[in-house]
């Protein structure tokens, strides 16, 4: 693929005076101040919108062959370097680190989940210890999900209807309703610093018809939760859905970019469908967004992703599946996925990778690595998520750099080359060791 | 009780010419070397033993009003304060802790586990790391038990008679058979500081005739433990057994205190006698080993604990008793055990214990740790392992200080005024969860 995209070297400041607005329709360049309160993004019945957020972006390189991108992101928590990967701090932990080792391999955000965080210990409580910043004292900055996906996907739903989602915890069996004003209240109270609405996910396979209702609800209640947005220190971003259907993707696309949110978030994806279906969707659905906001594929993905969604102009990334795949055995090096507990390892005296500048691969031989892992030692855990998600911060950084070199092109090549990607029976196995351990109630691997 | 014992702020050097004798029947005072390789204990055959270890052991200061001592013992990978408490590695992995983690919060010395280490991942793989230092890159002095109590507590028993013992893997059914020649040619495969012989330990309750033939079993083990020693640079200490009969206890502390090991292990005891035996069977066995050893109580234990041992003669402890109890949610404080998953630190902003200078207490809020150990967070189990650990390091600090600054008692009653124990009750509970948890094959839980 070859594309020759605009590329804006520019900062867009999206905040007046603790009031902050977006403007899709308009690019302020080469300015840091925007838009005023009276301009509103021009929306289905054209009600004033609460808006976006003290959120600025900025391009600051692109390559000239693929629609990547690098830039930088302000926060109020500090500032993220894009392409970005984030890590998966599902219950304001991410599984087995603290805020200070991930900080010290490289991590700049950390997305943590609405919907755990909202069934326990609950918003009130964290809103009391000063919100996840300082519940987690994770300093940094902190993305919220909405719920959806996980009320769609863990908790037992009971009924959805236009007004919100009814669902039963998995953890007690407790009803819950979530609407899209509620999820906008439970995310103020959180208080991190990138906050996405609530939407409804379908999965794959599912029906066209049934896909689009679903989108156009997406639509009705991100406008909703637009409305809802009070903390003028938060920056909502969109969620575009619309199925793995080209038509879809593109009205849902142009609908939730032309509002004014401070980013988008690109939802809907690997959620079961082939990957080459996931890249064709991103090639509809980047071009209809705005070019002056960042944008978020949720819940991506393996290394070789991050080549094909930087290559599709993404520049959020987020996943477990490093230290998901870390704590299951599975460590990441540039020939591919290796399996530590394999017996290959068990008279390594090397570290797992010799490349590796992580603090596991420093200290650490792959045979006590290996050991750890088959002794199901805590340990092992820690080690093992250090490494891949140092592997992915560092690759990430790579990218960056490499469009900032002009390189990116050949740096996928090479990476590509090189880097076997675990065979889809691989991942099929994976994603049955995860589905059992999460049926079993193990707390140590749903993650 | 009220103890007059003689204090020697000597050193005892125990090794000549890289061949290293200990004479507990002569104790070098103010000397730096010791008998020659001519002088032996006696024994009960008069045969040559090989010996103990490049291992000095230094009093510097006594208690006067019990048998309270501090004091250091000189290994080859560094000096050891003693008292001293020492943190479980079973599988060569304090669990969830690094090497750097435990030398930051104190420790000094580790124990490893031969039964565990022997079956997975076996001595010529730890042996072809460079032993167990260079497996675990804990570069501190390492401690390696026997194996004997594992094999009888937790492998499927086959065989046992003089020669030795027959048993299965808990882990594979496999047969093994381990000699007192075999387990010294493992631990010296292991390469630990200070090595046990095979003993044959009895549970409680027992019969008395039973104990009797253990303990003499034990003592014709220790003589061809001494014999079958080779390495130099490792120190080799007796075990006392003796049951819970002041005869049996006095009698085998005599025997295995009159041959030449650099130090001596109390074993046999906390394995389900009430505490106030335990002690009882010190005040016993304590007397009758040199006083130019260090002694070590195995398997103890609880922050009360050190006191009781300590106030006995005992140089130094190790249990799994901290590190188990963090992960099954008991902190210690200055008041005695908390439950970190109880209601009442839901919305605790503060630190477990304000008095506390562990790194989870510096950084993290009660609350935290709260929702950490009810969502099975493996941070969790981290964070809490530091605690106690810390808790109990810093706790032998100020007994230590206490002894040198002639305040051991004071310290002693004001801290037991103050530490509620766990009650029997809930001690009887733990115990019962960690059993269950090792039924079920956890790998988390047992320690």
Redesign the interface.
Known sequence: MVFQGPCYNKTWSLSINGKVYGQSGMIARNASISSGPDQQASSPDHRPLSSAAPLSFTVEACCTQTRARAGSIQTPHGVIRTPVFMPVGT???V????P?ELREIGAQIILSNTY?LYL??GPE?IA??GGLHG???WTGPILTDSGGFQVFSLGHLRRLNDDGVTFKSHLDGSEHILTPEKVITVEEQFGADIILPLDECVPYPYTYEGARLAMERTHRWARRALAAKTRSDQALFGIVQGWVDPDLRRESARFIGNMPFAGFAIGGLSVGEPKAMMWEMLDITVPELPEDKPRHLLGVGSPEDLFEGVARGIDMFDCVLPTRVARNGGLFTLDGRVNIASARF??E?GPVDPSCDCPTCA???A??L???A??????Y???ASLHNLRFMFRLIDRIRQSIFDGTFSELRSSFLTRYVPASEAVRAEQRQRWLAARKRGS??HPG
Chains 1, 2 share one sequence.
Request: glycine letters at 6%; proline letters at 3%; hydrophobic letters at 25%.
């Open positions: 219950q304001a932990s599984k087995s680190l603290t200070r755990h326990r210990p409580v009391r210890f519940f987690s004292r068990r008279e005296h200290e650490f031989s045979g006590y290996h050991h750890l088959r002794s199901g030692e805590l340990l855990y820690r080690l707390h140590h």
